[in-house]
């Protein structure tokens, strides 16, 4: 009876368990969606224009990244492979078409190869904006859920938001960074390049957290082995959606790949997904995944009941029989314990009396075992070592420098290439227990499974911290003798009979040549060929004093050098130690201290005959204003006929030489009055030719090269004429016969650079005017001399030797230079340099007249202290029917002026007088004759003038000596204003 309702109930508990497993099947095939073509085939179906396109396009050209894993990747066979080749297989199948592989060595040479059109198809690409520029992307095919990887010791679930203000790594080169960034700015990300890298600074402690996709984590993870304390907490938004992307040049394969990829069922997907895919989320289960989890765990438990009770009645009789066995294994454990306890016991010894210490630390860097001989190295305990990590008990450099190492072996590992019986020695600082330092030397090497996989690190310790003392003193005495031995400001050797035996960093800056170069060298090779025996003689004679040679450096340059040597003991024998100093500067510094001199010799010079002919000039100048006027009215008087009208006409003549020199020596002391406007100098220089073309005469051709868009400058348009009349009488003396005169202008912008090599010059921009011609050219004795006052290379009757010296200070009154170039039989270039100046120019005016401007019944005041010119202005006016009022005294013409009856029109009155000066004078005459006109004149320099501050900007003005034309078109052109 019992045993026929045992049997009836293990009939009943098949049954339930059939009828679960029927439920349990059908549960699960319910949801697995298939998608068939129109014809029930699960192969896609191309219209004609798409299966004309790829007839036309035969070979399509898929590039992979080469070290995706698991989504691509190439094999140790070279093989393509991963979840997106798996992919790529079914869509081959589905479109009866094949992909060609291209090998690339990494992402970044995929991406060129597409731009330049060398690829055509890529593989399980995340769309962003940036690639869409050269991109078209099918709808995807590939979802793997974004993951937040965390270690263990992290006991909640993370999201995006909260991982602001976290140290999170993420490897460069994916599309899913840019994703991250623009979402969230606030995370703090760090950027590495090997996913196997930001997995370890995650699981070392170095970041808080890594976000990426699951697929290519999982692989990371599996293949690294040693690293166990990781986990996944939490999944991110967007998942990684990827899929297929084509030259955006292709859109008819974009659409085809779109059909293909419409007919992935969801069966071959999640197969794929599970041969790739092996780490677990430990987010919680779907509702259906949870029914699937329940059913199954329903079938399960109803299997293993049936199961045990089969079980049960087996287990009786197999219980005798193994009973036995086991107690000879008993027998056999106990003796292999007890031989093993004495091969521990063994090792123990060893260890716990050995001076080095031997520690034991797993994958992560934590201490499993430390030897007792820890306590003599650091002063720590067993118990209180295993306690520390190693940044712990490191100091930060050094724990830098490990972890480093460890980061080194874990990449030389991956590679496959390694030696795995390899160790590494590393030396580090290490902490001991009474806050003091001791130096550690420690041989490192793997701790390995039957697989040969790294388990651990076995490491051996000892304390070389009396070694690294003794080091540290050895180099610090070598670093206070190189640091003696370099710091000399010259160069120094040893020579032995001439040979270098040793030399300082100074030599080889000295001379050019390479530390390695200058020993074993010829010290006398460094030695001009002029100066060695000179040097050689000192050598021999043991001379000791310094003495000054010519060196040659490397590449052949010679310079000037200062020796000092000493005789002394060296290695055992007598050597000569040598200071070489270049002199250069100091040479250098001597010659310009002359040509200063002589620069100030020359300056003072000049400035005493500017102070001479400034002194002279007022007196000199009335002197010949009376000499020369009334000699032209004498002129004027005297028959035509009368031989006594020759006579005056050389004294006119030699009047107005006087006169010219007068001027020209104002003008080389650059205290001749000026009205300096802002014009354009090409005007006035073509406004010359003519005149310079009778100047010069036929068989001399002047050229005129004007340069473009010239810049303006500030003078007195005279002073141009001058310069142009000197130079080129100048040029045309010294050219014998016929001969080339050249004038040409240009703008310069002279630097400080150039300045620097071009003694005289001035940095700045400047209108530049040459005068060049192709004479007999001058020697550098005349050169020297040229600006001198009254120095000239021609007869006494044909120069005065001041042409030059006017040049000369008219540049410098403008703030100019002056630049002369020559050589003897090559002919003279002058180059006048003046300042640019920002305004606009004026017209050139013409002050020439054909015929002398009358008067027209106009009264005109004259004050004048000096009777005579006095007595000449009134002559000369009233000839040119004026109504002249003259006064030797201000107070005079104050008087004057006041019981005169009429209209005063014009006042020309002398600028320094001894009462008051003309300005002061004209501006009381102004209350008694509103519209008074005043002009000022004066025998007196442009400088007196300016100092007494009396001549007003614009103002009439008239230089003595003057003539009668030039009064004459002054006077008309004030009353006519």
Known sequence: ?????????????????????????????????????????????????????????????????????????????????????????????????????????????????????????????????????????????????????????????????????????????????????????????????????????????????????????????????????????????????????????????????????????????????????????????????????????????????????????????????????????????????????????????????????????????????????????????????????????????????????????????????????????????????????????????????????????????????????????????????????????????????????????????????????????????????DTRDHVITNINAGYERPYEAIGVRKNGEEYPLRLEARNIPYKGEKVRVVEFRDITESKQAETEKKELEAQLQQAQKMESVGRLAGGVAHDYNNALAVIIGFTEMAINDVDPADPLRNNLKEVLAAANRAADITRQLLAFARKQTISPVVLDLNDNVESMLKMLRRLIGEDIDLTWSPGASLWPVKMDPSQIDQILANLCVNARDAIDGVGKISIETKNVNLDEDYCANNPGFVPGEFVLLAVSDNGCGMDKETLDNIFEPFFTTKDVDKGTGLGMSTVYGIAKQNNGFVNVYSEPGKGTTIRIYLPRHEGKTIGIRDEKTAEIPQGRGETILVVEDDLPILKLTEKILAGLDYAVLIANTTEAAMELAAEHAGEIDLLITDVIMPEMNGRDLAHQLKSLYPDLKRMFMSGYTADIIASRGILDKGERFIQKPFTKNELAIKVRRALDE
């Open 1 to 529: 009876m019992k045993r026929t309702n045992s049997r009836r109930f293990y009939v009943l508990i098949m049954k339930l368990s059939l009828c679960m497993v029927i439920m349990f099947s059908q549960n699960i095939f319910l949801d697995v969606p298939q998608v068939f073509g129109a014809d029930g085939s699960n192969v896609v179906r191309l219209t004609d224009v798409e299966k004309n396109w790829l007839k036309t396009h035969p070979i399509i050209r898929l590039a992979p990244d080469p070290k995706f894993q698991p989504i691509e990747f190439f094999d140790n066979e070279g093989d393509y492979a991963g979840m997106g080749a798996d992919y790529v297989r079914l869509i081959e199948k589905k479109l009866g078409i094949r992909f060609e592989i291209v090998k690339c060595p990494n992402w970044e040479d995929v991406i060129s190869r597409i731009k330049r059109r060398e690829v055509d198809v890529l593989n399980a690409v995340v769309k962003t904006p940036q690639r869409e520029t050269y991109l078209t992307f099918p709808p995807p095919y590939l979802i793997i859920p974004s993951v937040i990887i965390v270690r263990k010791t992290v006991d909640r679930e993370l999201s995006l938001d909260m991982l602001r203000g976290m140290h999170v790594v993420m490897v460069s080169g994916y599309g899913y960074v840019d994703l991250i960034y623009n979402k969230y700015p606030q995370i703090e990300i760090e950027l590495v390049s090997d996913l196997k890298a930001a997995l370890r600074k995650v699981s070392f402690g170095m970041a808080d957290a890594f976000v990426g996709d699951l697929a290519t984590a999982s692989s990371s993870i599996e293949s690294e082995g040693g690293i166990t304390n990781l986990k996944i907490a939490g999944e991110t938004e967007p998942p990684n959606i990827s899929g297929f992307a084509v030259r955006s040049d292709w859109p008819e394969f974009s659409r085809i790949l779109e059909k293909g990829v419409a007919l992935l069922t969801e069966k071959e997907r999640k197969e794929i997904q599970r041969k790739w895919i092996h780490l677990e989320s430990e987010s919680g289960l779907t509702m259906r995944e949870f029914r699937n989890v329940m059913m199954g765990a329903t079938v399960a438990i109803l299997l293993i009941i049936f199961c045990f009770l089969f079980w049960n009645r087996t287990l009786r009789r197999a219980v005798h029989l193994r009973t036995e066995d086991l107690q000879k294994e008993v027998e056999e454990r106990k003796q292999a314990e007890e031989a093993l306890r004495e091969s521990e016991g063994k090792y123990r010894f060893i260890a716990e009396n050995m001076s080095d210490v031997i520690s034991v630390m797993d994958m992560n860097l934590q201490f499993s075992y430390v030897s007792p001989s820890i306590k003599r190295l650091t002063g720590f305990s067993v118990e209180e070592a295993i306690k520390y990590s190693i940044e712990e008990i490191m100091t930060p450099e050094s724990f830098k420098k490990v972890l480093k190492a460890f980061e080194e072996e874990i990449t030389l590992e991956a590679s496959g290439t390694a030696d795995f019986s390899r160790t590494r020695i590393i030396e580090f600082e290490q902490n001991k227990k009474d806050l003091s330092i001791v130096w550690v030397e420690a041989s490192c090497s793997f701790i390995r499974d039957k697989e040969r996989k790294p388990t651990g690190i076995l490491v051996i310790s000892r304390d070389i911290t009396e070694r690294k003392q003794t080091e540290q003193a050895l180099k610090e005495s070598e670093s206070r003798f190189k640091a003696l031995h370099n710091a000399s400001f010259g160069g120094i050797s040893i020579h032995d009979k001439g040979i270098i035996l040793e030399c300082n960093k100074g030599m080889s800056e000295i001379t050019g040549f390479d530390y390695n170069e200058l020993i074993g060298m010829k010290g006398l090779s460094l030695i001009s060929d």
